[in-house]
Nanobody, 124 residues
Framework: QVQLVESGGGLVQAGGSLRLSCAAS????????MGWFRQAPGKEREFVAA????????DYADSVKGRFTISKDNAKNTVYLQMNSLKPEDTAVYYC?????????????????WGQGTQVTVSS
C-alpha cells in the first residue's frame, strides 16, 4: 500500500506560480510512476501530468503543456508539479496518485492510492 500526501496549494493571482509536492510512503517500489489530476467544482476529475519513477518520460495534458512541469526526487519518493502562468481556469483541487500501468495513461481508473488533495485557487 502507498500513502500520498499533497502540499503546496494556495491562493495566487493570475500569472503567478505555485509548486505542489506529493510525498509517497509505503510500497512505492511497486508502482510505475505518479500522476497529477485536478477536479473543479461540478466537473469530472481530469488528468494534468504524469511521470515514471525510472527514466525521464513525462506526459502532460494539452491545457497545461508549456506552463506546468512535473518532476521527481526518487531519493525522497516525492513528485512535484511546478505551475507557472496560472490562469483562473486552473482553479481546482489537485490530487496526486500512483500509476498502476506500465504505459502512460490519462484515465483516473489507471491510478490508485489517491492523496487527499490540495486546493489551488487562481484569482483574476
Amino acid at each position: 500500500q502507498v500513502q500520498l500526501v499533497e502540499s503546496g496549494g494556495g491562493l495566487v493571482q493570475a500569472g503567478g506560480s505555485l509548486r505542489l509536492s506529493c510525498a509517497a510512503s509505503g510500497r512505492t517500489f511497486s508502482s510505475y510512476g505518479m500522476g497529477w489530476f485536478r477536479q473543479a467544482p461540478g466537473k469530472e476529475r481530469e488528468f494534468v501530468a504524469a511521470i515514471r519513477w525510472s527514466g525521464s518520460n513525462t506526459d502532460y495534458a494539452d491545457s497545461v503543456k508549456g506552463r506546468f512541469t512535473i518532476s521527481k526526487d526518487n531519493a525522497k519518493n516525492t513528485v512535484y508539479l511546478q505551475m507557472n502562468s496560472l490562469k483562473p481556469e486552473d482553479t481546482a483541487v489537485y490530487y496526486c496518485a500512483v500509476s498502476t500501468t506500465w504505459y502512460f495513461s490519462r484515465r483516473p481508473q489507471d491510478f490508485g492510492s489517491w492523496g487527499q488533495g490540495t486546493q489551488v485557487t487562481v484569482s483574476s
